[in-house]
């Protein structure tokens, strides 16, 4: 009984991503008896061979001129012919690719998944935090393909593997009948640190006022090489996009440090980013509940500790 995986993995500038590396990491530890890996991004021919490392034992790196969702869709859909299970880390892009492909290949899908094994009877069962992490599930995909995402830093990368061997593969036409509007795949731009990625964040909350003030946090970020995040607050007043939110509806991200600024710590933004290494939270509220999961408080009004903060930071 066939127990092949195949990772939907992407390059930076820093090399393989380590969300997916996690996610070749795990395909390994689930008992996969195959793992390869298709490849995007700018770069990945020449990174292709590193995935190995992981415990990739072949990787199929696609050239692009420019991004298309549906053209990665069916790519991807191509090369999971005869896979058991087709893995990709639940970032902005994992989660876009994961749902359409599911979608095209009628697949069953484990979402946010934190950890991944294959059964006896040769089907995988994915383990998912439920109602805000208060409870884990351990679910049984059927079907002859599944599909899931991991949950980016919920699990260890071993390297203990050799160079993988590298395949040249053509991306896809346009999906047939599918027509995808790119409306929300924008990708960070620039130097934006990606927040999954990121070893600090800060993240901003209501307690900013309004968002001509949001600069405090970049200034705060900046120096610390820091990732963007904020409140459903903020992205719900428009403030910021979805793609920054922290939190049970947004992304949940476990960096060495978090920095929490004018953030309440409702229950829903606990959950996803309590598992930081260390918290720091600045609030004008000695009551307010972010204070219970902090490693450091700083009692005081935002609109003068966030730049006293940064200004000691920059030098
Ligand atoms: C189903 C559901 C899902 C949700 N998902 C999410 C989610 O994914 N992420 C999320 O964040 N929320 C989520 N929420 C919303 C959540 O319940 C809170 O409403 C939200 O997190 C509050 O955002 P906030 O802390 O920015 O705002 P507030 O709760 O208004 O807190 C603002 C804080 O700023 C402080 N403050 C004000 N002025 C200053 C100042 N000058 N200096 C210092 N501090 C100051 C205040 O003391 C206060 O603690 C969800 C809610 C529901 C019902």
Redesign the pocket.
Known sequence: MSKSVLVVGEVSADGVNKATLECISEAKRAGADSIEVVLFGNGAKEQAGSAGKAGAGTVHYVEEDSYSLARRVATVAGAAEGKKLVLMSATTHGKEVAGVLAARLKAAMGCECIEVKFGDDGQPRVLRPKFAGKVRARVKLNGDVTVATLRPNAVAVEFDGADASVNDLALAGEADGVTLTDSSAKAASGDEVDLSEASVVVSG???LKGPENFHLIDELAKPLGAAVGA????VDAGWKEHRY??????RVVTPDLYVAV?????I??LV?MQNSGCIVA????PG?PIFKVADYGIVE???EAAPKLAEKLKN
């Open positions: 909350g209501r307690g409140s459903r607050m903020v939110q922290v939190g049970q509806t947004g004018g953030i309440s710590g409702a829903q933004h996803g600045i609030n004008n509220d307010a009004d935002l609109f």
